[in-house]
């Protein structure tokens, strides 16, 4: 008798674990890479399907979500899908390509910038396919323009996502932009988003 219950406490235990770990699974699945950068202002994700989208959106009152990938990247169907999400839920996508380059010396580079002075565009959600390379990339521009923090600094607070280490390109980029942001981009500082902190 004894025997019995213990099984069945066991298999109880069991499933009760299966179950907590496919659910945890199925949301780590649907929520890909979702993470809080800056509470209340910048949030991270890799590209979310329309549902998932919708809720983060609205968890998170999210005003613009910026999508950092290659134009057709993802597909003609997944982009339609995505701006219909984003615009039915009140907000705004902003399509920005991520140059590869390491010179920060790029016009795309002016153009983040731009947006991410805008107090209009926060709270936002900034992804990339997988929401690592790229969007590690424009957050530590962020970081050292508007909050500033290092470049090391912003790399060692972002999740690597199971990776060892960010991307060399990534780590070359951002202390290239550390070194030249204050000459090439003087007109973007903290003060542009001093609105956010009243």
């Known amino acids: 008798m ?3 219950m213990s099984r069945r406490v066991a298999v109880g235990v069991a499933c009760a674990a299966l179950m907590v770990a496919g659910w945890t699974w199925w949301q780590c699945a649907r929520f890909k890479h979702l993470a809080v950068h800056e509470s209340g202002r910048v949030y991270r994700s890799a590209w979310l399907d329309p549902q998932p989208l919708k809720e983060v959106i609205e968890r998170y009152q999210i005003r613009s979500v910026v999508n950092l990938c290659e134009p057709g990247e993802m597909g003609a169907d997944r982009i339609i899908e995505e701006r219909q999400a984003v615009t039915s839920s009140g907000a705004r996508l902003i399509e920005l390509t991520m140059p590869t380059a390491i010179s920060p010396d790029n016009p795309a580079i002016a153009r983040h910038l731009e947006v991410m002075s805008d107090p209009n565009n926060y709270p936002m959600l900034v992804h990339c396919q997988h929401g690592v390379t790229r969007t590690a990339k424009f957050l530590t521009i962020y970081d050292i323009a508007f909050r500033g923090i290092t470049a090391d600094q912003s790399l060692a607070a972002q999740p690597k996502f199971g990776r060892e280490d960010h991307n ?12 030249q942001h204050s000459r090439l981009y003087p007109e973007a500082t903290a003060a542009k988003l001093d609105v956010l902190r009243h």
Do not use: C, D, T, Y
């Open 2 to 4: 004894f025997r019995l």
């Open 168 to 179: 060399v390109h990534v780590k070359a980029f951002v202390r290239e932009f550390e070194l």
